[in-house]
């Protein structure tokens, strides 16, 4: 469905009920689809995750305030602010603005999109949500194969919940990420039962691991573990030499941070970044380690 058309079709659903006309809408701009909102504007920015050999295989999105000084809100401070029944209309349309601008990117058809979801996010979007969801990704031509859930790991206690949730999106052939895995927990037993397909260790993890051995130590074999339960893998918040090297040591599948790329308008292309990242000189030879 041409881009013109998938945005009219998007805003005549924000305008049925239980949505209002003041509720928000898409519109084109600058090359991108924006999402305007209670008067505000929003776009997406994209930030790759690279396994090794440089080759880009996801893009997770964020969301981006744009404003003309350039000082948005960040995220995490526009989902505390926001009043629960807008949050949840914002998360909604955030998800349908990346999957439109992630179609808007020729040529990435080989690499996943991430979304972002909070376990409640998550646990909502069954029976006609989860079929609504499902029909917007079908509209913008992506397949849930190529999507990938990432659910933020917030120390939630209900597993059981969580573990069925995740199951019933990879019957439908959706990837699941359990992001921050880490910072709360690092029980082996809870993340067998939680069962993602990808795990993304917590920024803790490496903050310290480019430089102290027990650090390391941790890493490597905390990545294995993982591992030896057939998930990939994410070592992200990469920063700076040290720490990709300490997790390209570690073994870890995939690869994320500003050290690397950081989110931008457009996507990579799928080959060749480490090639063409003019801050890290040393990232080539690193990354095809």
């Not at 990939?232 to 720490?243: D, W, Y």
């Not at 090639?275 to 380690?289: D, F, G, K, N, R």
Request: glycine share 8%; charged share 20%.
């Amino acid at each position: 469905m041409p881009l013109a058309d998938l945005i009219r079709y998007f805003n005549m659903q924000l305008h049925r009920p239980p949505h209002t006309k003041e509720g928000g809408y898409f519109a084109l701009a600058g090359g991108q689809v924006q999402a305007h909102f209670k008067g505000r504007v929003f776009g997406t920015l994209f930030q790759p995750q690279v396994r090794r050999g440089g080759h880009i295989v996801c893009h997770e999105a964020f969301l981006r305030e744009l404003t003309p000084d350039g000082e948005g809100l960040s995220t995490q401070m526009l989902f505390e602010q926001s009043p629960e029944h807008e949050l949840i209309q914002l998360d909604r349309m955030a998800h349908d603005l990346h999957a439109l601008n992630f179609v808007l990117q020729h040529g990435q058809q080989n690499s996943f999109l991430a979304l972002n979801f909070s376990p409640e996010s998550l646990l909502a979007l069954q029976g006609d949500e989860g079929k609504v969801f499902d029909a917007v990704l079908s509209s913008c031509g992506l397949k849930a194969e190529r999507v990938v859930l990432e659910m933020i790991d917030t120390g939630f206690g209900d597993c059981a919940e969580v573990a069925a949730a995740i199951a019933r999106y990879r019957t439908k052939g959706y990837q699941v990420a359990l992001d921050n895995f880490g910072r709360y927990s690092w029980d082996l037993e809870r993340l067998k039962t939680l069962a993602p397909d990808i795990v993304k260790l917590d920024r803790c993890l490496i903050g310290h691991a480019g430089h102290l051995s027990l650090a390391k130590q941790v890493l490597v074999e905390l990545t294995s573990e993982i591992q030896g339960l057939g998930m990939v893998v994410v070592s992200q918040c990469i920063e700076n030499a040290q720490q990709l090297q300490a997790a390209m040591e570690s073994s870890a599948d995939w690869f994320q941070g500003y050290f690397i790329a950081r989110p931008a308008l457009t996507c990579q292309p799928s080959v060749g970044l480490a090639y063409s990242c003019p801050e890290s000189p040393a990232l080539p030879m690193m990354i095809q380690a």
